[in-house]
């Protein structure tokens, strides 16, 4: 079966600071990956999007910065974390082929100070 | 680009009326349509889904349609419970030539039943 593995769940950082947020899958390969954001009191805003090792589609002209070191792992980064990057951050993962859904991590609630 | 379109809540209902959350969505292809839910303090869960024009997506007493010619995706329940109280996001996931499938989130729609 497969699972998706999201750290830290919380995290309070201050302004300035970097950051790095891993989420990992395990049981599937070649697994199209996502960052979102849910910010307070929002929707759900797509951050990235990987299709494969090393590919990483930007939505959003932001803080953020998202790597794909190994077909399973994606990580979300900043170098210089800012007040605004506070939020809900959730990784997802789907199947590259067929239509079908896509599955959650359990998402990292970033606080920045 | 793709972009999915929901009401905006809060919607506050008592127990055992009828819901109707409204989702329209614009694609380039033939997209697959989803609801998920977010129970308070969870993440986020599938709901149900459609794949192709005029299929119903059903579970748990929610239901939707996939209506090609109006966009559309509505969910829908007959009678809601307390327990229905969430945060409700419609999506669609389109797959892009040589891009991958892409899955895009309405803005959310929170729902509180009041006993």
């Known amino acids: 079966s497969q699972t998706i593995h999201q750290w830290p769940a919380t995290l309070v950082q201050p302004v300035g600071s970097p950051l790095s947020l891993e989420c990992t899958v395990e049981g599937t390969s070649n697994p199209n990956l996502y960052w979102y954001r849910q910010a307070a009191g929002r929707g759900l805003q797509l951050l990235f999007y990987?299709?494969?090792?090393?590919?990483i589609s930007s939505e959003v002209p932001q803080n953020l910065s998202a790597s794909r070191p190994q077909d399973r792992q994606f990580i979300l980064s900043s170098k210089k974390l800012l007040l605004s990057d506070s939020g809900f951050y959730l990784c997802a993962w789907s199947l590259s082929y067929g239509r079908d859904q896509a599955f959650f991590g359990q998402g990292t609630r970033l606080t920045v100070v | 680009g793709d972009s999915v379109t929901q009401m905006e809540g809060p919607v506050t209902l008592s127990e055992e009326a009828f819901l109707t959350i409204n989702c329209t969505y614009t694609a380039t292809g033939y997209p697959s349509l989803f609801w998920y839910v977010q129970y308070p303090g969870e993440g986020l869960q599938l709901l149900l889904k459609?794949?192709?024009?005029?299929d119903k997506g059903s579970n748990k007493g929610f239901e939707a349609t996939y209506r090609k010619e109006t966009t559309s995706f509505h969910l829908e329940k007959g009678s809601v419970q307390v327990s229905d109280s969430a945060v409700y996001f419609c999506a669609l996931r389109e797959e892009i030539k040589a891009a991958g499938n892409k899955l895009t989130f309405g803005g959310g729609t929170r729902v509180l039943v009041k006993p």
């Open positions: 459609a794949t192709k024009a005029d």
């Open positions: 990987s299709v494969g090792i090393g590919q």
